[in-house]
């Protein structure tokens, strides 16, 4: 047997090719598995966005919140909805961006049960900054990508389920 060197496990490895019972490969190296190569460029480019964000001190999913937001004012619970999270961690997220007054929150005049959050100039200055940013990452991790070739792997990533929700009636739920 070979020594084995250093490296991560997302190293590059040629795929076993000893054929199982059904004549399939018996196993397949990481490398050709698109949860792991999606974990892996998932990882690292959150990574560089959050290091790109670090000097703003705002967090990515800050960013997303504001983003959301510049494109005018919504309610509170469609907000939470739109993100996909819990109204307690969207009430801490705009407590958060509320006391660097990038957001504003107040009460809808027509249901007082209901609040508004909307985006200060403070915010939009902002998210401005913050796109920037990113299009900077993205610039540097899709260099090798046409704009045709980026259009299509966000077709497809737009389209990969990454919820529960996603999960049919019936289907086995399975953990990694």
Request: hydrophobic share 40%.
């Amino acid at each position: 047997m070979a020594p084995r060197t250093g490296g991560s496990a997302f190293t590059a490895s040629a795929p076993v090719d000893t054929p199982g019972c059904d004549g399939a490969p018996a196993s397949v190296g990481p490398e050709l598995r698109l949860s792991l190569l999606l974990a892996r460029h998932g990882g690292s480019t959150d990574a560089r966005i959050r290091e790109a964000l670090t000097t703003s001190g705002v967090t990515p999913r800050h960013a997303i919140v504001l983003m959301h937001l510049d494109g005018g004012r919504i309610g509170q619970r469609d907000l939470g909805t739109r993100l996909g999270v819990d109204p307690s961690v969207l009430v801490t997220l705009l407590n958060a961006l509320e006391d660097r007054d990038l957001v504003r929150r107040r009460r809808d005049p027509a249901d007082r049960r209901r609040h508004i959050v909307e985006i200060t100039e403070a915010g939009v200055a902002a998210a401005t900054k913050l796109g920037a940013a990113i299009g900077r990452v993205e610039d540097e991790l899709f260099a090798d990508l046409t704009a045709q070739e980026r259009d299509t792997l966000h077709a497809l990533l737009a389209r990969v389920r990454t919820t529960q929700g996603g999960v049919c009636e019936g289907e086995a739920d399975t953990d990694l």
